[in-house]
């Protein structure tokens, strides 16, 4: 079976004019190992970015601590000037070490020089949308996010950023986040086997907000289950499609940014979106992360 719409349909943020197909492109994995520094190949890096816009993907999500710089620079390079559909998504609040570590940068200045360092990478007057990213902890951990979402309503109003997301971050969190600013997303880790966020996706699909799975596919630990296999098997699909199709017909606020290096993996990726799993499939699935 094959859906009818391309790249998995379409979704529009809330309270925007942004329209994007729901099958969109991650760039992390354009930088160097462990996201620092530049690839072995960076002719390799700009041929999936244009074959990924050449197959119809609207949607770029990356962020300036990709490399740093790296990434921003690779999508500027091999796509400016921007499709006029084109949104790009980016995130802010840490900052690489020269060892490459990850560091929180979470300050009034901290968050306005990493808006300017995306425009100005990426050749952009103005970020379509940018997520707060909170606490590089290990996963969500409660505390108020105010000061820096605050922060980032200002540079907001300054209009170097049109819209703003969330990431990483609690129910709590978004719930204190929708009343200081418009949220039109929130992008945390969630695939078939971490099902944290269930009801959070539930609770903003009712509301019409995006939510962006980071790690779709299970990140630097690939997913792996036996079921998982049997599906695909039963299906003709590779088990990364199948966990992508899941994610698709999970909820239609759910956006997908996959990301790889390879054309061919992109290819993979979005041919997923021409996967619709039957029933008894999903029932197995649904059992992976419960």
């Known amino acids: 079976m094959t859906t009818t719409s391309p790249l998995g349909g379409t979704f529009t943020f809330k ?3 942004i329209t994007v197909k729901r099958m969109g492109y991650g760039a992390m994995q354009l930088a160097g190992p462990h996201v620092f520094g530049p690839p072995k190949d960076r002719a390799a890096a700009m041929d999936v970015l244009r074959t990924a816009i050449d197959s119809g993907v609207d949607h770029i999500d990356t962020s300036d601590f990709y490399g740093p710089h790296v990434t921003n620079q690779i999508i500027r390079d091999a796509l400016h000037p921007y499709p006029d559909d084109l949104t790009i998504v980016t995130k802010i609040g840490a900052v690489r070490g020269s060892d490459g570590s990850w560091n929180p940068a979470q300050s009034p200045e901290a ?23 909170i606490m590089f902890a290990e996963g969500p951990a409660e505390g108020s996010i105010a000061a820096p979402l605050e922060a980032l309503a200002d540079l907001q109003r300054e209009g170097l950023v049109r819209h703003i997301g969330l990431s990483n971050v609690t129910p709590t969190q978004v719930a204190e986040g929708r009343q200081i600013a418009d949220i039109v997303c929130v992008q945390n880790l969630y695939n078939l086997a971490h099902r944290a966020d269930d009801a959070l996706i539930d609770d903003l699909a009712a509301d019409g907000i995006a939510y962006v799975p980071f790690f779709p596919l299970g990140g630097f630990s690939p997913l792996q289950s036996d079921a998982l296999s049997r599906v695909a098997q039963d299906l003709g699909a590779s088990p990364l499609q199948v966990a992508l199709a899941w994610l698709l017909q999970r909820s239609p606020n759910i956006l997908l940014i996959p990301g790889t290096s390879s054309v061919a993996h992109l290819r993979e990726n979005l041919a997923s979106c021409d996967l619709v799993l039957p029933q008894d499939a999903l029932r197995t699935l649904d059992g992976i992360g419960k």
């Open 15 to 17: 309270n925007t004019d």
């Open 111 to 133: 968050l306005a020089q990493a808006v300017r360092d995306n425009l100005e990478n990426l050749g952009r007057e103005v970020m379509d949308i940018v997520n707060l990213r």
